[in-house]
């Protein structure tokens, strides 16, 4: 016989159960959905956070750059697992207007010796804050950011490929227009 | 019409959970609809530092009360005195919500935390009011002896529970507040 207990256990256990599917999905399309992807680092045109921070060597780098461009890398683990991100970054050592610095949140000197072996020695590792994640909007990584010796961001997204970044240099050459000044978010979709 | 009580019931616990379980993920967002609705002579009474600190406790305290009187309204369907309690509450969030929408119209009531853009207008105060109007449905007498649910059950359900709001933590943290955070300790090495 079923009772109005049973009643209230299968509603109660329907509820959960549809709400919990829910839940999933609707996180599920926050983490990886077109919007958060595109929600990731800072808009086109958008000031840069500025920040100086010395390497192992005590060498000082900045943002915004002395060089005309400078590309910030955000890579909390080891760039080996990302070898065509690594070929994208070796091509891009010769370009004399770009400074490329690696920012993490652990220690710089675990960082330079897989630089080494990867054939990126002398690309400085700067050890970041949590805070410093949060303010470019960094969440999901290896995270490249484009900013010109204007302190602007010339170009940002989640980098996988060594195409994705050469695409992100060529978008950073362009100068940022006025309209994108004024505050409009204009991103490459690249990621994915 | 029991049934129909014991529906509204469950409906509006699931409710309550999950919208306590998305407000923590995001406290300090819904610390700043809370303080919309702060007493101005409170604030002023306390120094730039307080001030935040009481915001914060209030929005804890009413996400943990959300999360506790779903939780056991769900669990404890005997207890009649829990469905006044749920009733309260939602009656607080229709006074809530229609004086949002007197004063602070078109400011997120972050009332579902990052996981919904919800604002204070006049959907929101209907949809606050069709809560509480299920609330009152549920407060409709039971028997007791009807609803009895056995220690297996009731744990069943205070799990179940948990995991929405476990759910509702972690869906508004990876909407809105998971952008900074990590899953995976740092480290080349």
Known sequence: MITLATIFVVIAAILCLAALLALLGIGHLGLSGPDALARDGLARGQPAPAWTLEDSAGVPHSCPPSRPLQLIVFADHSLKSFPSVVTGLRALLADEDLEIVILTRGPAGHAEPVLHQLGLAGVPVLTGSPASYGRCNVRVMPFAIFVDSAGRVRASSLVNHDWQLAKLRQVAAIPVGADEVAGRRRKPAMAG | ?189
């Open chain 2, 1 to 189: 019409m029991t049934a129909v009580a014991l529906a509204c019931k469950a409906v509006v616990a699931v409710l309550l959970v999950a919208a306590g379980g998305a407000k923590l993920a995001d406290l300090p967002g819904f610390a700043a609809s809370v303080r919309l609705f702060l007493p101005g002579t409170a604030a002023r009474r306390l120094d730039g530092r307080a001030a935040p600190r009481l915001d914060r406790g209030v929005a804890l305290g009413i996400a943990a009360g959300e999360i506790t009187a779903g939780a056991a309204s769900l669990s404890s369907p005997r207890a009649n005195w829990l469905n006044l309690v749920v009733l309260a509450i939602c009656c607080g969030f229709v006074a809530v919500s229609a004086a949002g929408y007197r004063w602070h119209r078109g400011r997120s009531c972050r009332c579902f935390g990052a996981l919904s853009r919800r604002r204070f207008n006049l959907a929101g105060l209907g949809r606050s009011m069709l809560i509480a109007l299920g609330a009152g449905v549920a407060t409709a007498p039971v028997r007791a002896v009807l609803i009895q649910l056995g220690p297996a059950d009731r744990i069943g359900l205070l799990a179940g529970a948990l995991l929405v709001a476990g759910a509702a933590f972690s869906a508004a943290a990876a909407v809105g507040a998971g952008r900074g955070s990590q899953d995976a300790q740092p480290g080349w090495a």
